[in-house]
């Protein structure tokens, strides 16, 4: 299970305990990404902080520069700037500096604090409690099917919609534009598979997706599948009916139209992390799909 927790890590020292990184990984799925200063760490947060669920902060952390002194004040800055515009990433402070362990004006400014290597296996609990109650790690845990194996932007989408259904925004019309993303990288996963024999080129989903319904290919791409592809084709595609489409689901007139085309969509996402991964098998799923290809040219030229 791929599920991992990704978490930043910012201590100008790192390089020296990596094996506190392969503990959090051994022992708690924890993925360290390790930064020596607080900016470029909460700068990378900032591009993508769907991905990121909390940071550890050394406690004389590097501000800007690796040329700096590390100091309390570098914490300092960095825990400003996530009260001010990241209020929701949960930061822990680490710290292994004996005259900050015993310095009561260190503690009321920041009176939670782990000790390295002391407490070690208490941070990591604590990181697991606090990201297992934040609204996106609910949602990963909820849908495992899903979140095992995606990863990266395209994880971060479909979190985003499955958001929707789960705050039962269901005349929420963006849906749709939404999921015709994650449909335009189902396509182009599916030809680098080698199951789409025809190249998806970012304006034929629909051909895309009368290929891969052919009853010839049901034997890889069961009913419910071809089904599901060719109905979220169908709504999410751009163009006069979609302008329909929307304002039904605006006007309540289809009040369950965006919770059934997310679960169509999950269903497909599942089924593509369920294609073998024999190389035998997919080169036989190769070739079926290319002998599928000459009939669909000839039918379509024919036309």
Partial sequence: ??????????????????????????????????????????????????????????????????????????????VLRIKEEFKELPYFISTGQPDLLSDNTFKSFFPVFYE????????????????????NRIIKNKYPEIFSWLEGTIA?????????YENREFANADTFNKVRKVLDWIMSYLYDYGLLAIKFNGTNLAECSKFLGNSKLQSVVPVHIQRHLYSLVTVANEGSHRQHIDEEVKSSKAPFLVAST????????????????????????????A?????FVQSNNKH
Avoid at 157 to 164: P, R, T
């Fill in 156 to 164: 971060d989408e479909v979190l985003s919609i499955i958001k929707i």
């Fill in 116 to 135: 390295k290597e002391v407490d070690d296996e208490k941070l990591c609990d604590d990181i697991i409690q606090t990201i297992n109650e934040q609204p």
């Fill in 1 to 78: 299970m791929n599920n991992s927790y990704h978490i930043l890590w910012i201590d100008d020292e790192w390089e020296e305990m990596t094996s506190f990184q392969k503990f959090c990984k051994l022992h708690y799925n924890m993925e360290l990404t390790p930064f020596k200063t607080q900016k470029e760490g909460l700068d990378t947060y900032a591009k993508n902080p769907t991905f990121w669920e909390a940071v550890i902060l050394d406690a004389k952390v590097l501000n800007e520069s690796e040329q700096e002194v590390a100091s309390v004040a570098g914490l300092q800055n960095a």
């Fill in 262 to 289: 997310i679960f169509e969509l999950l269903n497909v996402l599942t089924w593509l992390h369920q294609l073998p991964n024999d190389m035998e098998e997919k080169q036989t799923i190769e070739k079926l799909a």
């Fill in 291 to 295: 002998n599928v290809a000459i009939d």
